[in-house]
């Protein structure tokens, strides 16, 4: 939880149609704010580098203690589909001095990727060892990478057992190198020129301690990562609690290290740049990985904003990223999560534009059949 409070400071530019944002209440933000301070005086670990290899091999640093233990691997799944069911995880809030309760999600930042399409393009790790601090053992299974998203996929179970059934394992102050480049979400300058940098862990249904999750590092422009590379990784706090608002969590550990080498596979995105047009709008298609999916918006007025729903009429899920990409071609850019088949709409509305009961009116609509888009995006161009 402790690096995610950029996003409670972030002023993104997306603009997202009655999105159920959430807004963080009182009681949240002290809860964010009184981890962030706790930990951000935590020292920091040394820079690191590493040569490249010819296969893919988590090599695990010793952290604070090494005491020997492995992580047991459920049920021959890969680690990313066995977090497919954490989009689905709640639980319930009570509200301060009142008997009113809400359903909120585990891990209230978490993005909802469709894990079982990252699992289909992920590489397997060859060797997989093992990291560990006092309280934790971690090791990596799997990396995907797009050259835009790195996402390492990580397992681990508590020491301990578990036996107070912690449900969420938050992975803070993460520092990220990456060849000759570091990010770090604690600095400015050249280390937080990132888009999203992140990392948890969620207990595997039906076990008991038994935790999948990933770290995901996001760069855009020339960052993309075009080579292969080392990524050395440095988990400066680790914290176990039963949901992202938990106050009596559990401390882990820190100064974890994972070392794993990436070899970043472009052809994994559909990238044929597709528009479509009706009359003065337009929807542009950038993109599309398992990861993210890249659309621009262009209207005949300034303060128009748009964005995709689903076939529900459900705002497609945000990347809430950092910055966004620029195409220099004047289309307002949003970042999602992939829709691969069926059909989107593109609205386009004025939140100054409200009917009687306070809904946002739109003033145009584009209806896109996604299995089309896919399709432009695969030809050669």
């Given amino acids: 939880m402790d690096d995610k409070i950029y996003k409670i400071l972030n002023n993104t530019k997306q603009e997202i149609k009655n999105i159920k944002s959430n807004v963080l209440n009182d009681e949240e933000i002290d809860t964010i704010m009184e981890k962030f301070r706790n930990e951000i005086n935590k020292d920091n670990v040394p820079r690191k580098r590493k040569t490249r290899k010819n296969v893919i091999i988590s090599a695990a640093a010793a952290a604070v203690l090494i005491c020997g233990g492995t992580v047991a691997t459920?049920?021959?799944?890969?680690?990313?589909?066995?977090?497919?069911?954490?989009?689905?995880?709640?639980?319930?809030?009570?509200?301060?001095?009142?008997?009113?309760?809400?359903?909120?999600?585990?891990?209230?930042?978490?993005v909802k990727y469709n894990y079982n399409d990252i699992a289909k393009a992920a590489q397997e790790i060859e060797e997989i060892k093992t990291a560990e601090t006092d309280n934790l053992?971690?090791?990596?299974?799997?990396?995907?990478?797009?050259g835009t998203t790195l996402m390492i996929g990580v397992s681990g179970s508590m020491k301990d057992g578990n036996p107070k059934h912690k449900q969420l394992i938050s992975l803070g102050n993460i520092k990220l190198s990456l060849g000759n480049v570091t990010y770090d979400i604690?600095?400015?300058?050249?280390?937080?020129e990132f888009a999203h940098l992140d990392g948890s862990l969620v207990l595997d249904e039906g076990t008991d301690n038994q935790f999948s999750g990933n770290i995901t590092l996001v760069v855009l422009g020339?960052?993309?990562?075009?080579?292969?590379?080392?990524?050395?990784?440095?988990?400066?706090?680790?914290?176990?609690?039963?949901?992202?608002?938990?106050?009596?969590?559990?401390?882990?550990?820190?100064?974890?290290?994972?070392?794993?080498?990436?070899?970043?596979?472009?052809?994994?995105?559909?990238?044929?740049?597709?528009?479509?047009?009706?009359?003065?709008?337009?929807?542009?298609?950038?993109?599309?990985s398992p990861v993210m999916m890249i659309v621009g918006f262009k209207s005949p007025f300034d303060e128009v904003h748009s964005?995709?729903?689903?076939?529900?009429?459900?705002?497609?899920?945000?990347?809430?990223?950092?910055?966004?990409?620029?195409?220099?071609?004047?289309?307002?850019?949003?970042?999602?999560?992939?829709?691969?088949?069926?059909?989107?709409?593109?609205s386009f509305f004025d939140k100054n534009n409200l009917d009687e009961n306070g809904?946002?009116?739109?003033?145009?609509?584009?209806?896109?059949?996604?299995?089309?888009?896919?399709?432009?995006?695969?030809?050669n161009p």
């Fill in 222 to 288: 020339d960052r993309t990562i075009t080579e292969p590379e080392t990524v050395e990784i440095s988990i400066r706090t680790i914290t176990a609690g039963d949901n992202y608002m938990d106050q009596n969590y559990i401390e882990l550990g820190s100064n974890l290290n994972l070392s794993v080498n990436v070899y970043p596979d472009s052809s994994i995105k559909d990238d044929n740049v597709y528009t479509i047009i009706d009359g003065d709008y337009s929807v542009r298609f950038y993109e599309i």
């Fill in 74 to 110: 459920a049920t021959g799944l890969n680690v990313f589909n066995r977090q497919s069911h954490a989009n689905d995880i709640t639980f319930t809030h009570t509200i301060p001095d009142s008997d009113e309760t809400m359903e909120l999600p585990l891990d209230k930042f978490a």
């Fill in 307 to 346: 964005w995709l729903n689903n076939e529900n009429g459900e705002p497609v899920e945000s990347m809430s990223l950092r910055e966004l990409p620029d195409y220099g071609d004047r289309f307002s850019i949003g970042c999602m999560v992939p829709v691969t088949s069926g059909y989107v709409t593109a």
């Fill in 137 to 146: 053992t971690l090791q990596v299974e799997s990396v995907y990478c797009d």
């Fill in 359 to 379: 809904n946002v009116i739109n003033i145009k609509e584009i209806q896109i059949n996604m299995d089309e888009v896919i399709s432009h995006l695969k030809n």
């Fill in 186 to 192: 604690l600095y400015g300058g050249e280390e937080s």
